[in-house]
């Protein structure tokens, strides 16, 4: 029977410690389990925790002196949890410890590695927000996606709410920075399957949030920290460097052949051509997708015919836009631009997933519904879920 650590990182929480222990004590009730408090509070928590720990066998405290930020309480949380699944939650209860049942039985009946709480799942929702931390959230979820491969593979990648399996952070390092500590573990984990469970985002029950500017600086600091961690992430970035590299190469070319060696310009603009996208291609495949790269002389070869196919109507799809989107009235240029955004997009989806085909599965993703008829491994179909690479939520 597996086994589970619950943790939480307070800070002043003092009210919300009482109502807290009990209902996850309730809830968890028939369940191996420990709840773990990381405390950095300056109030009267400590005391509060110091008379819970006294009826309560589960309750391990870990205090801290001075304020360190929640993603490394965790982080010492995790660093002494025992439990071969480990739950994150906050103590203010906006996390209602009665999801966490179905948090376990969605992980079990899954065979996922991760289990997150989704706010943005089907069925799931938040009605305490203002419309301005609403924005601010979507935001933040924005950054995410926009910077982080995994982070568009679910729904709720900023969530604080989750559990999942020991395995995934065994081995690893976690660097958190500020207060998002799901993309740490999303990031860095070793994880092939997600599943999510839709849930209610409730009020605070007591005390005030948490939440600073200088935190969002942090979260900030963390996405730039992450994205360098999964090569695929920042491959888009290095695709872009190599073309801009090509036409600097392609420029060079035809001016030596038209001007250094008289040749016709039609006949150096195509070997200007060949030059530059022969430098583009050995550019990407040590560069771009290094870690794909070519072992062999036949490897090369075939990625190389690849490379010129994809590029060729990628070409097309840039001439084509000229066209259709000049005749329909906008400017020329504009018209070019949009064909060259057409061009450059084809070509990184095609290269990605076929010139430099991937050597890893992409992260699945289910949304899970408790009560759907399904077996151990999830293979069977649920009653309104979403299954599949990056799949998307909807309603």
């Not at 992450?226 to 992430?233: E, G």
Request: proline share 5%.
């Amino acid at each position: 029977m597996r086994s589970l650590s619950v943790i939480v990182p307070t800070y002043n929480e003092a009210e919300n410690i009482g109502p807290l222990v009990e209902r996850l004590h309730s809830a968890l009730a028939g369940v191996d389990y420990e709840l773990i408090i990381v405390d950095d509070s300056t109030d009267g928590t400590a005391n509060v925790l110091a008379d819970a720990a006294r009826s309560t066998p589960q309750l391990r405290v870990i205090h801290r002196d001075g304020q360190r930020g929640l993603a490394s309480a965790v982080a010492d949380g995790i660093a002494a949890a025992r439990g071969d699944v480990l739950c994150v939650l906050d103590a203010d209860l906006q996390h209602p410890p009665e999801t966490l049942p179905t948090l376990l039985e969605a992980l079990d009946r899954t065979g996922s590695d991760l289990v997150i709480a989704s706010r943005y799942a089907p069925g799931g929702r938040y009605e305490t927000f203002s419309a301005a931390r609403r924005f601010v959230s979507r935001i933040a979820t924005t950054l995410a996606r926009v910077l982080l491969s995994r982070a568009r593979s679910v729904s709720d990648p900023v969530s604080g709410f989750f559990a999942f399996r020991r395995r995934v952070i065994e081995g690893k390092t976690l660097r958190p920075v500020g207060y998002k500590i799901l993309l740490e573990v999303l990031v860095r984990g070793d994880i092939s399957r997600v599943v999510e469970v839709p849930y209610r985002f409730e009020a605070r029950n007591a005390g005030q949030s948490k939440l600073t500017s200088s935190q969002h600086a942090e979260y900030l600091k963390h996405l730039l920290r992450l994205a360098p961690v999964n090569p695929d992430d920042l491959r888009f970035v290095r695709f872009g460097l190599v073309g801009l590299s090509g036409i600097l190469v392609n420029t060079v070319v035809l001016w030596l052949l038209k001007t250094r060696m008289g040749l016709y310009y039609v006949t150096a603009g195509a070997l200007a051509i060949v030059v530059a996208i022969t430098w583009n291609f050995l550019l990407n495949d040590t560069f771009t997708w290094r870690e794909r790269r070519s072992r062999t002389a036949r490897d090369m070869g075939t990625r190389y015919l690849k490379y010129w196919t994809v590029s060729g109507v990628g070409s097309l799809l840039q001439v084509g836009g000229l066209y259709i989107f000049t005749e329909a009235g906008l400017p020329y240029l504009v018209s070019n631009l949009i064909g060259i955004v057409l061009g450059v997009v084809w070509n990184f989806k095609m290269h990605s997933g076929w010139t430099w085909k991937p050597t890893e599965p992409p992260l699945r993703r289910t949304v899970y519904t408790p009560g759907s008829s399904q077996n151990a491994k999830g293979d069977a179909d649920l009653s309104g879920a979403v299954e599949g690479p990056g799949a998307r939520a909807s309603s």
